[in-house]
């Protein structure tokens, strides 16, 4: 739970004490889910905005004892709560996945149903893609509450690769230089510790039957994984006598390092927001193999290094291995990609969020 486990009762009265005079709705709260993960990221880099926009941001610990602020949640599942419903504050949230009716994911249920049963509890809501968007307002959210604002990038923290950037990345990944490399950096495991149960909405079943068919074409495949709970992945490629590299990536820098071993970046995913990494990978210019997902499939194409394709492992397999027959250099093949990326940077992303924050904030008083 966010935030009120941490704070003593003394603490309480300090933060309903500070907050007491502010005007209504004149801070953000950007809260996350304190997991360390993608959306404790993302509501970082939604104070890091408001900042830049002229808005007062407040700690996001601070939420659940302040009154009448604007919270906004990085987590819809997070943000149909009752402990958030229920509040004074002017509610904000990202509904970037969950489609009702997903076998084996009832929660995407329930967080629809709640979305249908309070469609006016929320001030602003961010989609990051057209279905999701569409999805919003068959629950009844008025057409004006819902921004379109896609998932951004730190694009300096992803530098192109260069010849010697990959050489450097393999060796100090410990992969040799003539192997065929192929990265998937995505949790897709359930839960926070070995993950050995597939999270099958980010398809590691059909990635797995993708590099066992990739395998069959290419003997010096190897497979670089980064992320938590992808122990049913490497399960799966040990049963099949698969080489690869699991590394802990602890810095941004660590994991660009990981984008430039490789010659082919996965996405196998059946629902996504984003993901991130299709930006991450256009940004340093690693060619890329997607499923038709989330923001994926509505990006402007990054050229000739990016497949979308089926959520299929043939379909996959068959892209993943065009790719390595092509063997064009990847100078040649990034800038398109590159500037997708680059579009995609916070910054220039400041415009849309301006109007999401205008809705759901006062200027401080």
Do not use: C
């Not at 698969?242 to 010659?263: G, K, T």
Request: aromatic share 6%.
């Amino acid at each position: 739970m966010t935030g009120h486990s941490l704070l003593a009762p003394a603490a309480r009265v300090y933060v309903r004490a500070r907050t007491r005079g502010w005007p209504e709705a004149s801070r953000l709260f950007a809260v996350g889910e304190r997991t360390g993960w993608s959306v404790d990221e993302d509501a970082r880099n939604l104070e890091d905005t408001a900042r830049r926009l002229g808005y007062a941001v407040a700690p996001a610990r601070w939420a659940r004892f302040a009154r009448g602020q604007a919270v906004f949640l990085t987590s819809h599942f997070e943000a149909l709560q009752p402990r958030w419903l229920e509040t004074t504050h002017r509610l904000g949230t990202a509904y970037l996945h969950g489609r009702p009716g997903t076998p084996g994911y009832p929660e995407f249920d329930r967080a629809f149903e709640t979305l249908r049963a309070n469609p006016h509890r929320f001030s602003a809501i961010q989609v990051t893609h057209a279905e999701m968007r569409d999805l919003v307002l068959e629950a009844g959210v008025p057409r004006d509450v819902v921004h379109l604002i896609p998932i951004g990038i730190d694009i300096e923290n992803f530098p192109l690769v260069t010849p010697e950037r990959r050489a450097a990345a393999r060796t100090a990944l410990h992969l040799p230089a003539d192997v065929f490399v192929v990265g998937s950096f995505q949790k897709d495991g359930v839960g926070w510790g070995e993950g050995l149960e597939p999270k099958l909405i980010k398809g590691p079943d059909v990635l797995v039957g993708a590099l066992e068919l990739v395998r069959a074409h290419a003997p010096e495949l190897q497979v670089l994984l980064t992320g938590p709970a992808r122990g049913y992945v490497r399960r799966e490629l040990e049963r099949l006598d698969i080489p690869y590299r699991h590394v802990v990536a602890e810095s941004r820098a660590e994991l660009a390092r990981a984008y430039h071993a490789l010659d082919v970046y996965v996405v196998a995913s059946r629902q996504e927001g984003g993901p991130k990494a299709v930006l991450e990978s256009m940004a340093t210019g690693i060619p890329l193999v997607t499923t038709r997902v989330g923001q994926a499939q509505e990006l402007p194409s990054g050229g000739a290094n990016v497949r979308l394709v089926d959520i299929d492992a043939e379909a996959v397999a068959t892209a993943v291995l065009a790719l390595r027959a092509e063997r064009t250099p990847a100078e040649e093949l990034a800038r398109a990609g590159r500037i997708t990326a680059e579009s995609h940077s916070h910054e220039r992303l400041d415009p849309r969020w301006r109007g999401l924050l205008a809705r759901l904030l006062a200027r401080d008083a």
